[in-house]
């Protein structure tokens, strides 16, 4: 496994292995669907749309469909209009959605395509929607795409309407699952906020099997909440990365007040993303959330001795890195290594300040990296535990370390759309995945004389 | 008014004039007693949700990437590289001493300023960081569509960094706006491999000695097929290029014949090996157990071996006296149902055969990318228009080398075998399916919905991207490409591993379960006694 990985590592300025990070439009894709009877559109040649539709398909395991401007040699040449004229035409004609989301790819960002005034001279159908995102693969990463994209929503449809007054929060969940949007709608349920939360995928990419297909299920915001964002009394942000450029938007846009929150991942993000709907919208601490954080606290003490002092390397995505990290330090874990492939210089500031706080001088932290690198940091200083996405588990082998799979994509395992990790329920699942997956190890491969039935 | 045709103005019906009557020069109903054309290879409709991918995916991801001992490096931004990064099921192995890269994606990573600059500087930086890192035997350039935009000379520079670092280093246009579908990229990269690799070492052969083309060694098909092949006493010189190593595609023309499992992807390198080597191909099946036994008689045909012949028949009649029973038992569950088939621009045909044998009809097929001679048969080559798509991928042409060239059949004999075996034959898909059935080329996600409702099949063969939308509906889909992480599927062992995953795919009783009890059964009108005292 991996065997051409050796030496120690060394920058390199033209080559990346095994990317840690993947190009803006699945992302962009991944944010439209949030909304409620959207088609995302992709501009580009059909092979970007077809890769993104598939890999979004093997971490969903549910339908994605995405429309393309199917680009040939001579729209190269002659500029992508048409093909997006004709593509919105067929689309509405065909397809009926409420909303076509377009996403660029690096071929029309590349050839100069004016996609918004494309659209302009395009005839949308009453009613319909058309919004547009700018996400060239050749700049920052999926991330970057999902945070441009929940931009665009903001941009082209939310309104602040003079003279009414605002009320409400606004939600931005981030780039997380379809299972943590479900339960931060649940946590803001419960704790009574009036609240719009986009995008939702929630019940668009886990939907159930009834014997019957609808192209556009219940689920996703609908282009009324989005519009009303302008009107709300604040934002509140989950993961800098992908949610604050939209709060940014509605801030300059509509003055809406932005907050920006880490994702309510572990038990410290949560108590603060908690007691930030209750400082916005008063009201006492809802009673069932309390016994579920009670449970959480009671789990940590009980079986800390299982993690307690392991080193741990995580890589993914920032958001969800920024949270685990806090979350890994909390557990009283040793995070070695934190490693991103999306560019952003605040994500390094922010972990190496934990780091700091928590006394870890020999921990590091890295952008815009790749997973060679990592595996060849993991080979030099050895780690218990890596967590990341699916795409660990070929170090994982190599090094025989256990893998806790979070993040985006997994694209080989279930669960992830169903169960959250987000929250005190969430911070409870994670810290199971940890025990199950350090104990599991330990049981394959101890002696046979040290194999325990209580533990 | 025919089932299919009542299909068919159903479907049509949901389009736009002129997207219908595009949509509709595709659709073919079989009719044997005519000669019926269909169009195909054409450029797909902005704005219809295609399953068809890029030049770049038929390229790095189909035919270069599954070659194991290479650097492959794709020179553009991130994605491209990340997509097609083991997402194929392509297994291959290192030889022994040798390198495997398949768990590994290379790529230039390319940002704005080398879109506004130029990327060539990052990619001759990224070879020497390959070369240094990994000395590879070899090393492949795949452009992704800014890289031709910007104009990046990859192919002067794959020459400057091969003197440098004295090794092989192929690059390949394979921008993903080219041609129409994954097919240009095939051309593209089959057209490298004819000039720059295949010929360029002469080990000598053993006896019957064969490439296979076309094979991608998906979910482990090649190792299956080669098990058997071996045990007849075949040598496979080369495999283009599942589980590849590219020593033994440059000695290629060293075999003695060329067996052409995927014809879309293959059919024109094989036809100029012969023109330029001498060595002839044959068409062969190797999925189903009566596909595979008929691939290996055409086979022992062609090289004419009394011994070879008999080993053949021995080891036909043990491996099918094997798996007959398991077979009988999956025909016993299976008998009767229907199948669609929408995958490549072979595999819709291939398996007709397979799920014959246990019982299940094609009832719908078309390909993703197949061309008109991949539905009609080879004699309609000739007559097929070029368009303006197809005219800027690059054709080759070969001429005899006369130093390397050697006739392997004497052309009389030849003649003769023609009759006998499918040598440089291919009677395409359409001449495989029943009268009254729908044959649909490039099939789109509504026309899919339509097919699926209407007909209700038992069994989608397709993709990933439709597959969980046909489950929706009740069906079960299996991905075609990728056989649902399961395989292999080729030859005696994979007929029963196919047919083991479609009985546990069409008969799981998780489907029993999509209507729930409430809306089967009467619901009783009543109440739980005692409620309004405990409340």
Request: proline fraction near 4%; hydrophobic fraction near 40%; charge should be negative.
């Amino acid at each position: 496994m991996l065997d051409e990985t050796k030496g120690l590592y060394k920058k390199r300025t033209g080559l990346k292995i095994n990317p840690a990070k993947t190009c803006q439009p699945i992302g962009a894709m991944y944010a439209a669907l949030g909304i409620h009877k959207c088609l995302p559109h992709s501009h580009g040649s059909q092979g970007c749309c077809s890769y993104h539709r598939m890999h979004l398909t093997r971490h969903y395991r549910d339908p994605i469909v995405a429309s393309t401007s199917s680009f040939t040699e001579g729209a190269c040449v002659f500029g992508g209009k048409s093909n997006l004229k004709k593509g919105l035409e067929n689309v509405f004609h065909i397809y009926n959605p409420d909303v076509v989301a377009v996403n660029t790819t690096c071929l029309s960002e590349t050839i100069g395509d004016d996609v918004g005034e494309i659209i302009k001279s395009t005839d949308v159908p009453e009613g319909k929607t058309v919004i547009f995102a700018n996400t060239p693969s050749y700049a920052g990463s999926h991330v970057t795409g999902f945070s441009n994209m929940c931009k665009a929503m903001v941009t082209h449809v939310s309104e602040k309407k003079e003279g009414k007054k605002a009320k409400g929060i606004n939600i931005l969940p981030g780039y997380v699952e379809p299972s943590d949007m479900m339960e931060i709608k649940r946590i803001a349920t419960l704790l009574n906020v009036p609240f719009t939360m986009f995008p939702d995928t929630s019940n668009v990419v886990a939907t159930p099997n009834t014997g019957n297909y609808s192209m556009y299920p219940e689920g996703g915001t609908t282009i009324k909440e989005i519009r009303r964002a302008g009107n709300a009394i604040a934002t509140v942000a989950l993961g800098s990365f992908s949610s604050e450029a939209a709060a940014y938007e509605l801030e300059k846009k509509c003055e809406v007040v932005p907050y920006i929150m880490k994702e309510p991942i572990g038990i410290k993000a949560t108590d603060a993303f908690i007691m930030k709907l209750l400082e916005l919208n008063g009201g006492n601490m809802d009673a069932s959330l309390e016994f579920e954080r009670g449970q959480l606290v009671d789990v940590m003490v009980d079986v800390h001795n299982h993690y307690h002092g392991k080193k741990v390397a995580l890589f993914g995505d920032p958001d969800i890195l920024i949270a685990m990290t806090e979350f890994v330090i909390d557990l009283g874990m040793i995070p070695t290594l934190v490693l991103t492939g999306t560019p952003g210089k605040a994500f390094v500031a922010e972990i190496q300040d934990m780091f700091d706080q928590a006394g870890l001088a020999e921990s590091q932290v890295m952008i815009e990296e790749d997973l060679f690198t990592f595996h060849q940091l993991i080979k030099a200083s050895p780690v218990d535990l890596i967590i990341g996405n699916t795409y660990g588990k070929y170090i994982a082998r190599a090094e025989q370390v256990p893998l806790v799979r979070m993040g985006w994509p997994i694209l080989d395992r279930v669960g992830h759309s169903y169960f959250p990790v987000v929250g005190y329920k969430g911070a409870l699942r994670i810290i199971e995945k940890i025990t199950t997956a350090l104990l599991d190890h330990y049981d394959q491969t101890c002696e046979e004389e040290d194999f325990e039935l209580v533990m | 008014m025919s089932e299919s045709k009542k299909l068919v103005d159903k479907v049509l019906d949901i389009y736009p004039a002129k997207v219908m009557k595009n949509r509709k020069s595709h659709m073919v109903i079989k009719d044997a007693s005519v000669k019926q054309e269909i169009a195909a290879n054409t450029r797909a409709i902005p704005g219809i949700i295609t399953n068809r991918g890029c030049a770049y995916a038929g390229c790095k991801g189909v035919v270069i990437g599954p070659i194991v001992d290479m650097v492959h490096i794709v020179h553009g931004p991130v994605g491209c590289s990340y997509y097609a990064w083991g997402t194929r099921r392509n297994k291959g192995k290192a030889r022994e001493g040798g390198q495997n890269f398949l768990e590994y994606a290379f790529t230039t990573d390319m940002q704005e300023s080398d879109i506004v600059f130029g990327g060539e500087k990052k990619l001759r930086a990224a070879i020497d960081e390959a070369v240094e890192l990994f000395h590879p035997k070899a090393i492949s350039i795949s452009a992704t569509c800014p890289v031709g935009l910007i104009g990046d000379d990859i192919h002067a520079i794959a020459r400057d960094k091969s003197k440098e670092h004295g090794l092989k280093i192929l690059a390949f246009s394979c921008e993903g706006y080219k041609g129409v579908s994954q097919s240009a990229g095939h051309h593209i990269a089959n057209n490298k491999l004819m000039t720059d690799v295949i010929g360029t070492i002469d080990t000598p052969a053993k006896e019957f000695s064969i490439n296979l083309l076309g094979e991608y060694n998906i979910g482990g098909d090649e190792w299956e097929i080669a098990r058997v092949l071996t045990k007849i006493g075949y040598n496979i010189i080369s495999t283009m290029t599942g589980n590849g190593a590219i020593d033994e595609i440059a000695n290629a023309h060293k075999a003695d014949l060329n067996v052409i499992q995927c014809h879309r992807s293959i059919n024109y390198v094989a036809e100029m090996v012969e023109t330029k080597y001498g060595l002839p191909w044959i068409k062969v099946n190797f999925i189903g157990v009566e596909g595979f036994s008929k691939a290996l008689r055409d086979m022992a045909k062609y090289f004419d071996d009394p011994a070879l012949t008999a080993r053949t028949e021995a080891v036909i009649a043990e491996e099918t006296t094997s798996i007959e029973e398991e077979m009988a038992g999956y025909k016993a569950l299976l008998d009767g149902k229907t199948a669609v088939l929408f995958v490549g621009g072979s595999r819709a045909h291939h398996y007709q055969g397979l799920l014959r044998e246990i019982g299940i009809e094609t009832i719908v097929a078309g390909y993703e990318f197949g061309h008109r001679d991949d539905y009609e048969g080879r004699d309609v080559i000739p007559y097929i228009k070029v368009d303006a798509d197809s005219r800027n991928i690059e054709e080759i042409h070969v001429e005899k080398d006369e130093k390397k060239y050697s006739l392997r059949i004497p052309a009389s004999r030849a003649e003769q075998l023609k009759k006998e075996i499918p040598w440089a034959s291919y009677d395409g898909l359409l001449s495989e399916m029943k009268d009254g059935t729908l044959v649909i080329d490039d099939l789109n996600h509504i026309e899919t919905e339509q097919i699926i409702k209407i007909l209700k099949p038992e069994f989608f063969g397709s993709g990933i991207k439709d597959k969980y939308m046909v489950q929706k509906m009740g069906v079960y889909a299996k991905q075609m490409h990728s056989y649902d992480y399961s395989g292999p599927y080729a030859g005696y062992q994979g007929a029963v591993n196919f047919s083991r995953d479609v009985a546990a795919g069409i008969l799981t009783p998780a489907w029993k379960y999509i209507t729930a009890p409430w809306y089967k059964e009467p619901l009783l009108s009543g109440k739980v006694e005692g409620v309004e005292q405990v409340c």
